[in-house]
């Protein structure tokens, strides 16, 4: 599967793509990513890529004709992509959505913002806007780069043991059991006795047990959504 990202600062993908998951996806094969730079797409001789807003107000806006010379560049080579719009105004990226664009091909065209956001009529030429949470960050790099890790993790092979995928949270609308590893007592704490049973149909009623309360606690929600 195909990531493309259109950004101002394609030098930040560079080390989150070259460890882990990601960075043996693509030694694999499974995937690709590309950091297309917007900067040659800009206006004139300074390459402007932002302008001050109609009506006045705070900072500056990207404009638009740079943002879609880019897209048709990109899809010009690349055609078929979905394009993605990282917005704090898009919907909430979720793992039911993760799954949805882990299905896409030939891949996706993710497109960073900057200063206060980008030209409104943008928005007619992508196919999906999307928002990695109620916050707002300065770029749309980081919620780039959440959304292809959150993506890559669910095509098949990319994950050693795709067992993890359906176990984890959210795998089947709660969040996943408590984990323990060596040694049996840490400052006063023990393992839960059943995990050293051997007893693998008790540990599995437990973990389910375990997983439900924890969901309830924490995230009732969530158990709401997935019976709704
Ligand atoms: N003024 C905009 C607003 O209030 O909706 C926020 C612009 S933000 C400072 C600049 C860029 O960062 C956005 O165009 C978007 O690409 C990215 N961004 C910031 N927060 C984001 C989030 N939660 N999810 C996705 N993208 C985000």
């Known amino acids: 599967m195909e990531f493309h990202v259109i950004t101002l600062f394609p030098g930040m993908f560079e080390s989150p793509l070259a460890a882990g998951m990601v960075a043996r996806a693509i030694e694999a094969g499974l995937i690709s990513v590309t950091a297309h730079p917007l900067r040659p797409f800009g206006l004139g001789s300074y390459r402007q890529v932002d302008d001050a807003p109609y009506g006045g107000g705070s900072g500056m806006v990207m404009r638009a004709e740079p943002i879609a010379a880019?897209?048709?560049?990109?899809?010009?080579?690349?055609?078929?992509?979905?394009?993605?719009?990282?917005?704090?105004?898009?919907?909430?990226?979720?793992?039911?959505?993760?799954?949805?664009?882990?299905?896409?091909?030939?891949?996706?065209?993710?497109?960073?913002?900057?200063?206060?956001?980008?030209?409104?009529?943008?928005?007619?030429?992508?196919?999906?806007?999307?928002?990695?949470?109620?916050?707002?960050?300065?770029?749309?790099?980081?919620?780039?780069?959440?959304?292809?890790?959150?993506?890559?993790?669910?095509?098949?092979?990319?994950?050693?043991?795709?067992?993890?995928?359906?176990?984890?949270?959210?795998?089947?609308?709660?969040?996943?059991?408590?984990?323990?590893?060596?040694?049996?007592?840490?400052?006063?704490?023990?393992?839960p006795e059943i995990l050293l049973s051997g007893d693998h149909a008790r540990i599995r009623a437990w973990r389910e047990a375990q997983a439900l309360d924890r969901t309830r606690q924490r995230r009732p929600d969530l158990l709401r959504r997935g019976r709704g």
Not at 152 to 175: C, H, K, Q, W, Y
């Open 70 to 191: 880019a897209i048709d560049d990109v899809m010009g080579q690349h055609p078929g992509l979905m394009r993605i719009l990282m917005t704090p105004q898009g919907e909430p990226l979720d793992q039911s959505i993760a799954r949805e664009l882990a299905r896409v091909r030939p891949g996706l065209l993710l497109i960073a913002g900057r200063y206060e956001g980008i030209d409104e009529r943008i928005r007619s030429i992508v196919d999906r806007e999307i928002s990695i949470g109620d916050y707002v960050l300065s770029g749309g790099e980081l919620p780039a780069m959440v959304t292809i890790e959150a993506v890559a993790r669910l095509i098949p092979g990319v994950l050693g043991n795709p067992e993890s995928l359906t176990e984890e949270s959210f795998g089947a609308d709660t969040l996943e059991y408590p984990h323990y590893t060596r040694p049996e007592e840490f400052r006063g704490m023990r393992v």
